[in-house]
């Protein structure tokens, strides 16, 4: 979606909002998959509240894109315009065993920043791509470890109220890569409260997960990680793998021949070549297993 309205383009400067015309929204999702839209920089927090008023008032709707590790967006002109929040600096401060971060922040730069601090307990996080507001939306977790566990405090934009607020960790539910969030809220910044350990400890526990990671799964390829979630008490991958679906493709979607719940794009996949895959596994899965496997990559879709 184009913003071509002088007042609002002159609305959205005055707001210290960067607006950027006609971005490929590919270059900025790790399956390299998407259109095209006019995406807006947040700088400061604080003007969150005035530009989704201002958005609104406009009938110009919006979608929020973190590190873009974990979506599937549509191809060709996309309906919405793209907000995205400007790393801010620091986008860790350290305050004994808590650390305060910025949601446009790298993960897993914040788990090694943290363990600088000898402060450990996230080693499982390091190789999940993305920023700490995608980790915090999809209550991100490898290894028996879970970012939910962390958290004592959010600042978000809540879209409720309109207004920017601060929750306590115990009034969000954190599950199985879902989170009580309002599909609207914008997470902003977050309190994580970690443990004592000594650096040298921690990087060894991030040096076992990188391997386990590098043995297991397709680092060197265009992914979302898993597409699906794992239905209760199995293994999506597992299932998949029992098919016989490894390599198994629809256009340049594949599914992974090194971790069967990995659908890459082999060359230049797009929306339909995916969705066409997801769909295909899905209705095998069902029919030979009668388990219908909810996505866990988060699809954009137009409603
Ligand atoms: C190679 C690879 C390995 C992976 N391994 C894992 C793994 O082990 N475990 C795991 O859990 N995931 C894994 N993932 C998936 C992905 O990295 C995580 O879900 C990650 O936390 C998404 O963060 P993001 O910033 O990229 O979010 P995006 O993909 O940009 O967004 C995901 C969703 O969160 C929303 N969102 C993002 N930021 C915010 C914010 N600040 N406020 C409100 N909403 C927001 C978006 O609107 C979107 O709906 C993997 C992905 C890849 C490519």
């Known amino acids: 979606m184009r913003i071509s309205d002088p007042q609002l383009i002159g609305a959205l400067a005055a707001l210290g909002v960067e607006h950027k015309a006609g971005v490929s929204l590919a270059e900025k999702t790790s399956l390299e998959i998407g259109g095209t839209s006019d995406l807006l920089l947040v700088r400061r927090h604080e003007s969150l509240p005035d530009l989704i008023r201002l958005l609104k008032q406009a009938g110009v709707p919006h979608r929020f894109l ?3 590790s974990n979506v599937l967006l549509p191809d060709g002109e996309l309906p919405w315009v793209i907000l995205q929040l400007a790393r801010q600096d620091p986008e860790v401060r350290i305050e004994g065993n808590l650390a305060f971060v910025d949601c446009a922040a790298d993960l897993g730069r914040t788990v090694t920043t943290c363990a600088k601090h000898d402060l450990g307990g996230m080693e499982g996080l390091i190789g999940v791509p993305g920023t700490v507001g995608g980790a915090l939306r999809m209550n991100a ?4 470890t879970q970012i939910g566990s962390f958290v004592r405090e959010v600042q978000i934009y809540r879209a409720a109220t309109g207004r920017i607020e601060t929750l306590r960790g115990s009034e969000i539910n954190f599950e199985y890569r879902h989170t009580s969030f309002a599909p609207d809220d914008i997470m902003l910044a977050v309190r994580l409260e970690l443990s004592s350990k000594p650096y040298r400890e921690i990087l060894q526990g991030i040096r076992i997960c990188n391997e386990k990671r590098r043995a297991s799964q397709p680092l060197n390829q265009k ?7 794992n239905p209760p008490g199995g293994s999506a991958g597992r299932m ?6 490894k390599g198994h493709a629809a256009g340049d979607a594949r599914v992974s021949d090194r971790h069967a719940n990995f659908f890459v794009n082999a060359g230049h996949a797009t929306s339909a070549d995916m969705l066409a895959l997801i769909a295909d596994v899905r209705q095998r899965v069902r029919e030979r297993y009668g388990v219908e496997l909810e996505e866990e990559v988060i699809v954009w879709k137009d409603s």
């Open 223 to 229: 992914s979302a990680g898993c597409i699906f979630k």
């Open 240 to 245: 998949i793998d029992e098919l016989g679906l």
């Open 66 to 68: 973190g590190g873009g």
């Open 141 to 144: 977790g490898a290894y028996g």
